[in-house]
Structures are given as C-alpha cells and as structure tokens.
C-alpha cells in the first residue's frame, strides 16, 4: 500500500531550494535531495514525515529513493570538514568523495557494517528486546576493527546473552539508513549456555517457539525477513507483519 510519495517538480517549486544533489536516474527521471531550514512553511497538499514511518507503508522504489536521499544528506552534512585539518573539503565530480585542498585527504560516505543474528535451536528462537521497544527481533550488533562477520556473531552473542553458537551462514544483507548501517544477516545454531541479558544493551531475551511468537519487527526489515525465512521451515504459514 502506498502511504506516501516523493515529490515531483511541481511540488519542489513551492520550496526553496538552493543546494540540490543529484542522486541519479530511475528510467527518464532524475532524483535531487536537499536540506530543509526548520521554520519552513509546508504547502497544503503536502507533509513532512520521518524516515521510520515511512517503513512498510510505500513501495520499495520509494522506499529506497528516501533510504538513499537521506544517507547522502548526513554525508553531505558530516563530511563537510577534513578529519585530518579541518580545512572544508571539496566534492569530487566522480563519485561521492570529498577531498581536503590543504593535505589531500579524500572521505567517503560513511558505512558502518552490522551483523544480525538469528540463533535457533530445533524448533525454538532466540529473540530479544531492548528498552523502549514494544517488539522482539533477533540479536544485532556492530563490526569492530579488524573483527571478520563470523567472529562478530560470536562476540555479540556471547557478550548481549551469554550463549555460544556454530554453524554460521550467511542470509542476507540490506542496507539500513539509521543512519548509514549496512546489516548484514546470519543464522547460527544453539551450542550452549544460559541466556543472562546484558542490561545495558538488552531489556530482556528468551527462546520462543513458532506458535508463542511476541510482536515482531515490520515486514520491511531484514530481521524480519531471516525470522520468516526461518518459520518458513518450521510452519507454511508465517505470522502477518506487524
């Protein structure tokens, strides 16, 4: 069901608009993202909605038009400066990098890879929540320096609940502009140990079985998608998206 969509020339006209960035074509039409000042007034037709909303409620076109649109307007407000001198950088005209005048540095958008982990045992999951959240999903977590994918499933297993997991395969991957992951998903099986939740990353975890299943994260979402690709074995019919 499309619930939103984005504007079109007619729309834009209405803004201001005074540093648009060309992202690209789909087809014959051409894609431009800008920055809006907070006190802007929004015509009538029109409205303004964050990113999350827009999850499950368009079509992956516009979906990923938005996804894309707002990983290069961090960019473009983040790389501003060089890491190295501060001097302000300058765009480069063949790809999305900016380069310092003064010491040469040239930066690139930001990609943080993310593992996420869907631990099962037989015929039971592993699902955990963090504070704040009114859904399970399956356990995620971010890639340290010189770590491989694998020795991040194992780390973050052991170090949010305590568990050991083997058998790890790779499922999947999707990128995640909150603001610029790139998730990367795994399934592993059970080995051992008790679950004990680490409260500073987990308000609670536990093993739930395709028929006692908890809310779960919108369909849109690839831990969702390893979730029902997983019951997809155990039951023909997954639970509707929530």
């Avoid at 939103?4 to 060309?22: H, K, W």
């Avoid at 964050?50 to 368009?58: I, P, Y």
């Avoid at 015929?123 to 890639?143: E, N, T």
Wanted: with cysteine; proline share 8%; aromatic share 10%.
């Amino acid at each position: 069901m499309r619930g939103a969509d984005v504007p079109g020339t007619e729309d834009v006209a209405a803004f201001t608009v005074d540093n648009p960035t060309y992202l690209g074509n789909v087809g014959d039409v051409a894609y431009f993202a800008d920055t809006l000042p907070d006190d802007v007034e929004i015509p009538v037709g029109l409205s303004i909605c964050g990113l999350r909303s827009l999850l499950g409620s368009v079509d992956d076109l516009t979906w990923g038009i938005a996804s894309y649109a707002s990983q290069m307007m961090y960019w473009r407000k983040t790389g501003r400066y060089c890491p190295v001198c501060a001097t302000a950088t300058e765009p480069r005209t063949q790809d999305w990098g900016r380069s310092c005048p003064d010491c040469g540095h040239v930066g690139y958008p930001r990609v943080s890879p993310a593992v996420l982990i869907l631990i099962y045992d037989g015929d039971r999951i592993l699902l955990a929540s963090k504070p704040g959240w009114d859904r399970y999903s399956i356990l995620a977590g971010f890639v340290d320096s010189a770590e491989t994918l694998e020795e991040c499933v194992r780390r973050e297993t052991f170090e949010e609940v305590k568990v050991t997991v083997t058998d790890i395969e790779y499922a999947g991957s999707q990128s995640w502009p909150f603001p610029h992951q790139l998730m990367i998903g795994f399934t592993c099986r059970y080995v051992g140990g008790d679950i004990t939740v680490d409260n500073e990353e987990l308000d609670r975890a536990g093993w739930f079985s395709p028929d006692s299943l908890p809310a779960l994260p919108p369909a849109i979402s690839l831990s969702r998608q390893l979730i029902d690709a997983w019951l997809a074995k155990q039951s023909p019919t997954p639970p509707p998206a929530v």
